[in-house]
């Protein structure tokens, strides 16, 4: 299950805003595969036992079949979290509860090269940013000596007050889900590990004291943000480019995409390519439609996630859908 970022998508665009579709559709498959986006909301990531959380660079070589999936059966992964020095004290206190409340394995690195991060919209009115420090950190986290199995990065996001606060109250396109997504892409195909990014500090300041819409109310409950990437990485699994075993989960286990209408991106190509169903959500199409740009075949239209779930629940027993709609 996929929802990209940056586009405005109706259900999952926002603030975790799709964790109770995941959860819906986890409960009519063996396992389902997200990415940060669909589940992550500041401090809430409400996966079930049988979801699986892979950063979106290392969805995309997955399903080109260029790694494997390796489930962590016992125990829980040993989280590194990154951040710019001086360590805020939201993060130190949210790593801190990590551990005695989740008994989380994590540490904190503090960066010798601060990580910048700026979020803005671009003309088209799709989410964009720019970033600097990513190979100082890649560099500082290789040569630590440090033991650990993902990445957490947790640093700020400079974003335009106007913009940030327009979003919040109206809606429309998340501003920086984009550039947390080009940071731990970045980190994790340069890692080879589960990376996931949560901006320290959020992105509104002391001065905004509003209610608002139930699916960016995640966006205004947190000061350090990083609760939903913790929850996630801890069992997120290993990336594995050779030596497979055969309880890894490769690209051949997959049978079905579910996406948002009118998107098409990697994903999708990897799955068209390998005869993958493709599944498009009618009701979650997003502001700004990221369709192919030739006519494509092998997608099945559904209207929203309820008829999704009855869709898959009969895949798995085998149950035409034109036997059970007249």
């Given at each position: 299950?996929?929802?990209?970022?940056?586009?405005?998508?109706?259900?999952?665009?926002?603030?975790?805003?799709?964790?109770?579709?995941?959860?819906?559709?986890?409960?009519?498959?063996?396992?389902?595969?997200?990415?940060?986006?669909?589940?992550?909301?500041?401090?809430?990531?409400?996966?079930?036992?049988?979801?699986?959380?892979?950063?979106?660079?290392?969805?995309?070589a997955?399903?080109?079949?260029?790694?494997?999936?390796?489930?962590?059966?016992?125990?829980?992964?040993?989280?590194?979290?990154?951040?710019?020095?001086?360590?805020?004290?939201?993060?130190?206190?949210?790593?801190?509860?990590?551990?005695?409340?989740?008994?989380?394995?994590?540490?904190?690195?503090?960066?010798?090269?601060?990580?910048?991060?700026?979020?803005?919209?671009?003309?088209?009115?799709?989410?964009a940013?720019?970033?600097?420090?990513?190979?100082?950190?890649?560099?500082?986290?290789?040569?630590?000596?440090?033991?650990f199995?993902?990445?957490?990065?947790?640093?700020?996001?400079?974003?335009?007050?106007?913009?940030?606060?327009?979003?919040?109250?109206?809606?429309?396109?998340?501003?920086?889900?984009?550039?947390?997504?080009?940071?731990?892409?970045e980190?994790?195909k340069?890692?080879?590990?589960?990376?996931?990014?949560?901006?320290?500090?959020?992105?509104?300041?002391?001065?905004?004291?509003?209610?608002?819409?139930?699916?960016?109310?995640?966006?205004?409950?947190?000061?350090?943000?990083?609760?939903?990437v913790?929850?996630?990485?801890?069992?997120?699994?290993?990336?594995?480019?050779?030596?497979?075993?055969?309880?890894?989960?490769?690209?051949?286990?997959?049978?079905?995409?579910?996406?948002?209408?009118?998107?098409?991106?990697?994903?999708?190509?990897?799955?068209?390519?390998s005869?993958?169903?493709?599944?498009?959500v009618?009701?979650?199409?997003p502001?700004?439609?990221?369709?192919?740009?030739?006519?494509?075949?092998?997608?099945?239209?559904?209207?929203?996630?309820?008829?999704?779930?009855?869709?898959?629940?009969?895949?798995?027993?085998?149950?035409?859908?034109?036997?059970?709609?007249?």
């Open positions: 299950m996929i929802v990209p970022t940056g586009i405005g998508c109706p259900i999952g665009g926002h603030a975790g805003d799709a964790n109770p579709a995941a959860a819906l559709l986890s409960s009519v498959c063996d396992e389902l595969i997200v990415h940060p986006n669909v589940v992550n909301a500041s401090d809430i990531n409400e996966m079930r036992d049988n979801v699986l959380y892979v950063e979106g660079s290392a969805l995309d997955f399903l080109r079949d260029h790694i494997a999936l390796r489930r962590v059966k016992c125990g829980s992964n040993r989280v590194l979290v990154v951040t710019n020095s001086p360590a805020p004290t939201a993060t130190r206190n949210a790593v801190g509860a990590a551990r005695a409340t989740l008994g989380l394995d994590v540490e904190i690195m503090e960066l010798l090269e601060p990580l910048k991060m700026e979020a803005y919209i671009d003309e088209g009115g799709a989410a940013g720019l970033c600097s420090g990513i190979g100082a950190l890649v560099s500082q986290v290789r040569s630590s000596g440090l033991t199995d993902a990445v957490a990065v947790s640093s700020e996001i400079e974003v335009d007050r106007d913009v940030a606060f327009l979003y919040l109250r109206v809606g429309g396109v998340n501003p920086w889900g984009c550039v947390e997504a080009m940071v731990s892409k980190v994790s340069a890692l080879g590990i589960p990376v996931a990014h949560a901006p320290v500090g959020g992105v509104i300041d002391d001065t905004f004291d509003e209610v608002v819409d139930d699916r960016r109310a995640a966006e205004c409950v947190s000061t350090a943000y990083l609760h939903c913790l929850k996630g990485l801890r069992r997120s699994p290993q990336l594995i480019s050779a030596f497979r075993l055969p309880s890894d989960l490769t690209v051949n286990d997959i049978d079905m995409l579910v996406s948002p209408a009118s998107c098409w991106g990697p994903p999708h190509d990897a799955c068209a390519g005869g993958i169903e493709i599944v498009w009618e009701e979650n199409l502001e700004i439609a990221l369709s192919p740009g030739t006519v494509v075949d092998g997608y099945t239209l559904v209207a929203n996630y309820l008829e999704a779930a009855g869709l898959i629940a009969a895949r798995l027993v085998g149950v035409s859908v034109d036997s059970v709609t007249r």
